[in-house]
Every structure is written in C-alpha cells, then in structure tokens.
C-alpha cells in the first residue's frame, strides 16, 4: 500500500524546504507533506555551496589583510595558518548552520514527514523510494521536483584515475595543496581558486572560454580576472583540457590551445566546469515531465507538461542557479498550488554576485544581451576610482555600469565590479523591477561615502562629466 | 432547468479546526451556489453538487471563503 499525501517533494534542498514551510503556512500545517531526499538536509547550499565557500572566502581575507593591510604606515604581516583548524571550524560551522536551519526547522512542522532516499516515478501520482533498507511507494496529488544539480565532469582522458576534486569533495581537505589546477572557469573556479591562492595555494584556472563565463559583462569579467592575475594567479584561457595524468606524487593537466600545448604540473586538480541538473532516474517518462539535459521544462507557473507536477530550482532548465532563486522558486510552487495565486519568477530581477575580492555583482541585461534582443541598448561605465569611498578604502579596482533602455531610459541591467557589490546591486534589482529611470536613481540620496554612491554616479554619467561635478551634488 | 448540468465535487479542505469552521466553510460553498454540501472536519473534504452551468467547478476553488483573509484554502480533488 502506498502512504498518501497532499504534496510529494522529491528533494532536501533549498526548494524543498521552502515549499514545505510555504505550504505548511498555507494551510495551517494541514497539507500533508513528504519531503524525499537523500543526502544531508539542506541540499547543496549549507552543505557543500554558499555556507562553506564563503567560510573560507571570509577567512582568506581575513589572512590577506594581514598581508596586505592597503595602507602606508600600517605593517604588513605573514600569519600563520593551521589549515587543519580553519577546516574544521568551516565543518562545524556547516553542521550548526544545517541544524539550525533546517534539521530543527522540519521538526517544527508536524504536517511534514521527512523521508530519506532516492525516489523515482512508477507512475504520473506515485513515486518509488528506496530508502536503502526498503522500497516505500508514496503518492500524492501534487508533486515539486526539486532534486537541485550536481558537479558536470567533463569527459578527460585520464582524470578518474589521476582524481580530482569539485566543489563537494574540497571541504574534506586537511591541508592546503601546494599547487592546484582549476579546470574550467566560472563563479565557483573564481571564488575557490582567490581563497585558496590567499591561503598559500599556487592556482592555476585553465578554461575554454577567454572571460569568466558567457552572460556577463565583459569588461568587467576581465577586469576581475586581472585583479585576480595581480594575486599570482594564473589563467590559461582559450584551451581545452586534453588529458590528465599522475607523474610521481604530481597530477599533470594537458591542455591544448591555437597556440600550441600547454603542461601544467600541480598537486590537485579541482574540476569546476558546471553544473548538471538531477534528472537522471527519476523516471520523468513515467509522470509526463518533459525535460532535456538542461533541465526540467517549466511553464510560468513552475508547473510542468504534468499540471500536477511542478518543478523549481537548479533542476530547472532556466538561467541561473542560485540559492535565493531556488528558495524563491520552491515558495512560488507552494503559493501557487495552496492559495492559486500566479507567482512566477523573471530572471531579469534575479541579482546574483561572485564573492571574489573585488565581487562581481550583476542584475537584467549585460549590454550585449539588450542589444541582441531589443535593436538598441544605452550604456555607462565609469571607473570605481571615481568614487569617493573606493578612493577612501583605497580599492579602485573595477568599475559600475548601468544599460538602459534607449527609449524610455528605463534601467535594464545594472552590473559592477567592486568592494561590497553584492550588498549594493539591491538598488539595481528595485530599480529594474519598479522600471525607474536613471533620472529616479540620481533623486534618491544615496549616503557618503558609501561604495553604493557609485550606482548614483554611474546613473549621473549619462548626462554630465563626472570630473566636473563636485561631491555628492545631483 | 433543462440546461442545469450537476457536477458532484469533491474537494480537499484547508484550515478547519472545530464544527464553527465546518460551518462557515459550508456557508461559503452555499453562497456561491453549491447544494447537497457535506463537510467533513476529520478528513479535511467537502463533497457537494454544482449546476456547473451556473458556477463551474474551477471557481469554487476561489471563493471569498478559500481566499484573501479567510482561514481556509481549498484544492479541487474530483468532479464528477
Ligand atoms: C560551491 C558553490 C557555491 C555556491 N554559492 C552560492 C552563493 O553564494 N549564493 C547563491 O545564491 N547560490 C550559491 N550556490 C548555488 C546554490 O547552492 C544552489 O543554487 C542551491 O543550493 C540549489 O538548491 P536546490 O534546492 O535547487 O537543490 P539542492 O540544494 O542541490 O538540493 C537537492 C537535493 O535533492 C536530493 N536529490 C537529488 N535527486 C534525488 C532523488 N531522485 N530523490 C531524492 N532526493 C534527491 C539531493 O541529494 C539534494 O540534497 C553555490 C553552489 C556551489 C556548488
């Protein structure tokens, strides 16, 4: 006999905690939920994602500034670091933020039955478990795929016998490699790779494309490769990885280019060439999902070609994969399903940033993208030392650029390059949300000096010469 | 009454906790033009008929009692 329940959630992540909080609340804690995962509660994010990458983001810094305290007068000092430590502090941290946010927040909704393994449609309403020690059928009226993605490896001769790291497997680390090769390039590569140079790790990120990855605006992509250059780190761009193989206690990268060939000799190989999306095995032929190696394929209302069935988060085929937009995402379905209202999501609001040093933030349209898809795009860039506050934190490096839309002068995408980006591109997604204009963003006081300021300044530069104007004048 | 098509709907119930809620939940659907209504406080369903030439199954799922502030939700399980 199969157990029944209101809404079926097949996975333990973001989405799927969200949905079944949303839907507990909803409904007074009467739908009955079941939420299926395997793997630690939290999914990606707590476990292996946000939580412990920008744990060792925060403490890499904390070491560079001792390095490297930026101003005259001040010493610099080389600390010491027990690796060993920091490490575990990053676990236990992981492990009180998994049971705090998630493991004590399921208990507190008694209408949700937390059930453990992987789970596979026999049919459109009836989904299979197998728990480890049993098979349990569980059915129900409506279901959220929310299975999230895993690490893409990319087919490399040799890589499985030389082993390599990803993004799941580097928080088991115990010491920090003396050399490390990323191979592919993209937020987690950038993020990872300027912590671990600052912890002593000599990186070196080998990738195919010439910028950090396709979608996002170019000049400050390279702008924030060159920061990163400035560290010691190095890139290879424009090659393809063509085998890898051990030599003594080394892991030797081959990589190919136009140019020539290119040996690279390291301690570990860290592989960060994308995400795939958690489709496999779930039988989505039998429950009438359409779906493609880039995902699940979901109307607006993240119901599938199933209307009974919705999907959210990274297993979505859809542009980004981020936390916030899974969380968001697993709510909507909830929304929608319990109170029949029509949540859907607009990826052109969706901010997302790279916790690099600087950090690179990014909200709507690169101008390239407005350009390709509306005829005409209006764009400024202006220098972040043209900001006060960058000069006063004396980190000038990157830059703020605004694409407006040249009819109405609407803000369309807003990007930048800077210290505390992704705590200022708040003002970008309002501002492209409620379609203002530059004229709006220069009519609000912004505070001085702020790095913030630099979204007004950039919003000034469409119609004046920033070197004439004197501070905070509108 | 020629064209009078009656449906029979079963629907899932959110929200009820004692026999007033059982009440005001029944009250709605006869509002909105429900008859033979039964609402069931232990199993959380209502079960009632429809001239769904007047009212079509899908807005029960809608009205005043399911939605904006009220206490209940609803979901539309059958119609028959
Ligand atoms: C290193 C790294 C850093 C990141 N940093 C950020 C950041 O700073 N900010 C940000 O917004 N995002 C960040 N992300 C992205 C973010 O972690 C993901 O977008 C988010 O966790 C996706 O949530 P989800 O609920 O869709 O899936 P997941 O969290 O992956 O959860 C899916 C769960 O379902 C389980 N599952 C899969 N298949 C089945 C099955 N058939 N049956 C049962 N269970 C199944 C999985 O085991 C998993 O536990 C980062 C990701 C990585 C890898």
Request: hydrophobic share 40%; glycine share 8%.
């Given at each position: 006999?199969?157990?029944?329940?209101?809404?079926?959630?097949?996975?333990?992540?973001?989405?799927?905690?969200?949905?079944?909080?949303?839907?507990?609340?909803?409904?007074?804690?009467?739908?009955?939920?079941?939420?299926?995962?395997m793997?630690?509660p939290?999914?990606?994010?707590v476990?292996?994602?946000?939580?412990?990458?920008?744990?060792?983001?925060?403490?890499?810094?904390?070491?560079?500034?001792?390095?490297?305290?930026?101003?005259?007068g001040?010493?610099?000092?080389?600390?010491?670091?027990?690796?060993?430590?920091?490490?575990?502090?990053?676990?236990?941290?992981?492990?009180?933020?998994?049971?705090?946010?998630?493991?004590?927040?399921?208990?507190?909704?008694?209408?949700?039955?937390?059930?453990?393994?992987?789970?596979?449609?026999?049919?459109?309403?009836?989904?299979?478990?197998?728990?480890?020690?049993?098979?349990?059928?569980?059915?129900?009226?409506?279901?959220?795929?929310?299975?999230?993605?895993?690490?893409?490896?990319?087919?490399?001769?040799?890589?499985?016998?030389?082993g390599?790291?990803?993004?799941?497997?580097?928080?088991?680390?115990?010491?920090v490699?003396?050399?490390?090769?990323?191979?592919?390039?993209?937020?987690?590569?950038?993020?990872?790779?300027?912590?671990?140079?600052?912890?002593?790790?000599?990186?070196?990120?080998?990738?195919?494309h010439?910028?950090i990855?396709?979608?996002?605006?170019?000049?400050?992509?390279?702008?924030?490769?060159?920061?990163?250059?400035?560290?010691?780190?190095?890139?290879?761009?424009?090659?393809?990885?063509?085998?890898?193989?051990?030599?003594?206690?080394?892991?030797?990268?081959?990589?190919?280019?136009?140019?020539?060939?290119?040996?690279?000799?390291?301690?570990?190989?860290?592989?960060?060439?994308?995400?795939?999306?958690?489709?496999?095995?779930l039988?989505?032929?039998?429950?009438?999902?359409?779906?493609?190696?880039?995902?699940?394929?979901?109307?607006?209302?993240?119901?599938?070609?199933?209307?009974?069935?919705?999907?959210?988060?990274?297993?979505?085929?859809?542009?980004?994969?981020?936390?916030?937009?899974?969380?968001?995402?697993?709510?909507?379905?909830?929304?929608?399903?319990?109170?029949?209202?029509?949540?859907?999501?607009?990826?052109?609001e969706?901010?997302?940033?790279?916790?690099?040093?600087?950090?690179?933030?990014?909200?709507?349209?690169?101008?390239?993208?407005?350009?390709?898809?509306?005829?005409?795009?209006?764009?400024?860039?202006?220098?972040?030392n043209?900001?006060?506050?960058?000069?006063?934190?004396?980190?000038?490096?990157?830059?703020?650029?605004?694409?407006?839309?040249?009819?109405?002068?609407?803000?369309?995408?807003?990007?930048?390059?800077?210290?505390?980006?992704?705590?200022?591109?708040?003002e970008?997604?309002?501002?492209?949300?409620?379609?203002?204009?530059?004229k709006?963003?220069?009519?609000?006081?912004?505070?001085?000096?702020?790095?913030?300021?630099?979204?007004?300044?950039?919003?000034?530069?469409?119609?004046?010469?920033?070197?004439?104007?004197?501070?905070?004048?509108? | 009454?020629?064209?009078?098509?009656?449906?029979?709907?079963?629907?899932?119930i959110?929200?009820?906790?004692?026999?007033?809620?059982?009440?005001?939940?029944?009250?709605?659907?006869?509002?909105?033009?429900?008859?033979?209504?039964?609402?069931?406080?232990?199993?959380?369903?209502?079960?009632?008929?429809?001239?769904?030439?007047?009212?079509?199954?899908?807005?029960?799922?809608?009205?005043?009692?399911?939605?904006?502030?009220?206490?209940?939700?609803?979901?539309?399980?059958?119609?028959?």
């Amino acid at each position: 006999m199969a157990r029944e329940y209101d809404f079926v959630i097949i996975g333990n992540g973001s989405a799927a905690f969200s949905a079944a909080i949303k839907a507990s609340e909803i409904t007074r804690n009467q739908a009955s939920v079941a939420m299926i995962g395997m793997g630690p509660p939290g999914g990606t994010c707590v476990n292996v994602g946000c939580v412990p990458s920008k744990y060792l983001i925060e403490a890499a810094k904390a070491v560079n500034f001792q390095r490297n305290p930026g101003y005259p007068g001040i010493k610099q000092n080389s600390p010491d670091v027990d690796f060993h430590a920091l490490i575990e502090s990053l676990r236990s941290a992981v492990v009180k933020e998994r049971e705090e946010r998630y493991v004590r927040v399921a208990r507190s909704y008694p209408n949700v039955e937390i059930i453990k393994g992987f789970a596979s449609f026999v049919s459109s309403d009836t989904v299979m478990v197998e728990t480890g020690t049993e098979n349990v059928q569980v059915k129900g009226f409506n279901f959220l795929i929310a299975t999230g993605s895993r690490v893409k490896i990319p087919e490399i001769i040799g890589l499985n016998h030389t082993g390599y790291l990803t993004s799941d497997s580097i928080w088991d680390l115990n010491s920090v490699p003396e050399s490390i090769g990323i191979i592919g390039g993209g937020f987690v590569a950038m993020e990872i790779g300027q912590a671990l140079q600052r912890l002593g790790c000599k990186v070196t990120v080998i990738k195919q494309h010439d910028t950090i990855a396709p979608g996002i605006e170019k000049e400050l992509g390279y702008e924030l490769m060159e920061s990163l250059k400035s560290e010691g780190i190095s890139f290879l761009p424009g090659r393809n990885v063509t085998g890898v193989h051990r030599k003594g206690s080394k892991k030797i990268i081959e990589a190919a280019s136009a140019g020539g060939k290119d040996i690279v000799e390291v301690d570990e190989i860290l592989i960060s060439s994308g995400r795939t999306p958690n489709v496999e095995g779930l039988n989505l032929e039998k429950a009438g999902v359409r779906y493609s190696s880039m995902g699940i394929q979901v109307r607006e209302d993240f119901s599938t070609s199933n209307p009974l069935i919705y999907a959210a988060g990274d297993v979505v085929d859809q542009k980004y994969k981020l936390e916030t937009l899974a969380a968001r995402e697993g709510a909507a379905v909830a929304s929608n399903i319990f109170d029949h209202s029509s949540k859907s999501m607009d990826m052109h609001e969706i901010p997302w940033a790279i916790f690099t040093e600087p950090q690179l933030a990014s909200v709507g349209y690169t101008e390239e993208e407005y350009r390709r898809d509306q005829g005409k795009a209006v764009a400024r860039t202006i220098p972040l030392n043209a900001v006060p506050k960058a000069r006063i934190l004396r980190q000038e490096r990157g830059a703020i650029k605004i694409v407006v839309d040249s009819n109405s002068n609407a803000v369309v995408g807003v990007h930048a390059l800077s210290p505390y980006a992704a705590e200022f591109i708040m003002e970008g997604v309002l501002a492209i949300k409620h379609k203002m204009t530059v004229k709006d963003l220069v009519e609000n006081s912004h505070i001085f000096p702020t790095v913030s300021e630099g979204i007004k300044l950039a919003a000034q530069s469409f119609t004046r010469d920033l070197s004439m104007m004197s501070c905070c004048m509108e | 009454m020629e064209n009078m098509a009656e449906r029979k709907v079963t629907m899932r119930i959110y929200g009820m906790t004692c026999d007033d809620c059982v009440a005001s939940v029944a009250g709605g659907l006869k509002e909105a033009g429900a008859t033979g209504i039964s609402v069931s406080l232990e199993d959380g369903m209502a079960v009632l008929t429809i001239d769904d030439s007047r009212v079509s199954p899908e807005s029960l799922a809608h009205i005043p009692v399911f939605t904006g502030n009220s206490r209940y939700r609803s979901q539309i399980r059958r119609v028959d």
